[in-house]
């Protein structure tokens, strides 16, 4: 059986009516993702503030309460290393492949003072959304191929680079926390297997495939989507290690289905995929499965009624 089964809801979303469903369930994670790409560095900013408040405490409390472990899991890097200072420090940002420094995404990982500012505001980031979890999710930008192409990194491929960023967060994260341990996320770029680089001690690996077909099973070989998908996770849990390795999927994502575009979707779970995925996944040692759950709060409930949360669950613990 798996030892952490879960689902990640935007933060504006959770609410009592969420927590109602959670209760009858045995999902013990309960992940809060701010929106990601352009705007993510501006989500995170106000899931900060939606922290403090009491009204979401005391939603977090409730949450502990019936023993889920709550954790945030956020595109953070523009927020670690503001696009702002492009303008003093254009060599803290990543090199096109024409000589061209630009602050559209991710950092270059070569430059110590950029990683230094990363790992600094890592260890605030970490106090500031603290929910008593050892596991954080402070991931790179949510883009594809966005590397840096200066003298210095050039010989990085993808997997290196985000791993230099990864281990840079990871040491800030432990400074707020020094037991804590970090998601390596292995999606996009990330799927790449590092060369040149290692991981620092408590980093774990965290693969989500957004690129697969989602109704084909993910061990699908005649489907040229996630064969591409899967093509190097073996490698990556040698290289990461199986222990705390962990799944985040799609199969309740009605953000991804509705084109991330409001009002959401009708959501219906592709539950044969799910059953064969989950099976698959645990053969090769996952001990923790989650899915966005996104787009299915109290906007998408007026207009469909309660979403799956229960038949989800019970894929996930093989009931």
Same mark, same amino acid.
């Given at each position: 059986?798996?030892?952490?089964?879960?689902?990640?809801?935007?933060?504006?979303?959770?609410?009592?009516?969420?927590? =109602?469903?959670?209760? $009858?369930?045995?999902?013990?994670? !309960?992940?809060?993702?701010?929106? %990601? +790409?352009?705007?993510?560095? @501006?989500?995170?900013?106000?899931?900060?503030?939606?922290?403090?408040?009491?009204?979401?405490?005391?939603?977090?409390?409730?949450?502990?309460?019936?023993?889920?472990?709550?954790?945030?899991?956020?595109?953070?890097?523009?927020?670690?290393?503001?696009?702002?200072?492009?303008?003093?420090?254009?060599?803290?940002?990543?090199?096109?492949?024409?000589?061209?420094?630009?602050?559209?995404?991710?950092?270059?990982?070569?430059?110590?003072?950029?990683?230094?500012?990363?790992?600094?505001?890592?260890?605030?980031?970490?106090?500031?959304?603290?929910?008593?979890?050892?596991?954080?999710?402070?991931?790179?930008? =949510?883009?594809?191929? $966005?590397?840096?192409?200066?003298? !210095?990194?050039?010989?990085?491929? %993808? +997997?290196?680079?985000?791993? @230099?960023?990864?281990?840079?967060?990871?040491?800030?994260?432990?400074?707020?926390?020094?037991?804590?341990?970090?998601?390596?996320?292995?999606?996009?770029?990330?799927?790449?297997?590092?060369?040149?680089?290692?991981?620092?001690?408590?980093?774990?690996?965290?693969?989500?495939?957004?690129?697969?077909?989602?109704?084909?099973?993910?061990?699908?070989?005649?489907?040229?989507?996630?064969?591409?998908?899967?093509?190097?996770?073996?490698?990556?849990?040698?290289?990461?290690?199986?222990?705390?390795?962990?799944?985040?999927?799609?199969?309740?994502?009605?953000?991804?289905?509705?084109?991330?575009?409001?009002?959401?979707?009708?959501?219906?779970?592709?539950?044969?995929?799910?059953?064969?995925?989950?099976?698959?996944?645990?053969?090769?040692?996952?001990?923790?499965?989650?899915?966005?759950?996104?787009?299915?709060?109290?906007?998408?409930?007026?207009?469909?009624?309660?979403?799956?949360?229960?038949?989800?669950?019970?894929?996930?613990?093989?009931?």
């Amino acid at each position: 059986m798996l030892l952490r089964r879960g689902l990640i809801v935007h933060p504006e979303e959770l609410d009592e009516i969420w927590l =109602d469903e959670l209760e $009858k369930t045995n999902l013990n994670v !309960l992940g809060l993702h701010p929106v %990601g +790409g352009k705007s993510a560095a @501006r989500t995170l900013e106000a899931a900060i503030e939606r922290h403090k408040s009491p009204e979401f405490q005391r939603l977090i409390a409730r949450a502990k309460g019936l023993g889920l472990t709550v954790e945030y899991e956020a595109h953070a890097l523009g927020y670690l290393l503001p696009r702002g200072l492009f303008e003093t420090h254009p060599e803290y940002f990543r090199m096109d492949e024409r000589g061209n420094r630009l602050p559209d995404a991710n950092l270059c990982p070569s430059n110590a003072d950029a990683l230094a500012l990363v790992e600094e505001n890592a260890e605030k980031l970490t106090k500031a959304l603290d929910t008593g979890s050892a596991r954080r999710f402070w991931w790179p930008d =949510d883009v594809s191929g $966005k590397l840096c192409h200066c003298p !210095l990194c050039r010989a990085l491929n %993808g +997997g290196d680079q985000l791993l @230099r960023i990864t281990n840079a967060i990871h040491r800030g994260v432990r400074r707020a926390d020094p037991q804590a341990r970090t998601a390596y996320l292995a999606y996009h770029d990330g799927l790449t297997l590092p060369r040149r680089t290692e991981p620092e001690d408590g980093l774990f690996l965290e693969y989500a495939p957004i690129s697969r077909d989602h109704h084909r099973p993910i061990a699908d070989k005649d489907c040229a989507e996630n064969a591409a998908q899967t093509e190097t996770l073996e490698a990556l849990l040698s290289f990461f290690g199986r222990k705390n390795a962990q799944v985040l999927e799609y199969w309740m994502d009605n953000s991804l289905f509705s084109g991330w575009k409001k009002p959401p979707r009708r959501f219906a779970l592709d539950r044969d995929v799910m059953a064969r995925d989950v099976e698959f996944y645990e053969g090769l040692g996952f001990e923790s499965i989650t899915s966005f759950s996104c787009f299915l709060g109290a906007d998408y409930r007026a207009l469909y009624g309660l979403p799956p949360v229960e038949a989800y669950a019970r894929i996930l613990s093989g009931v």
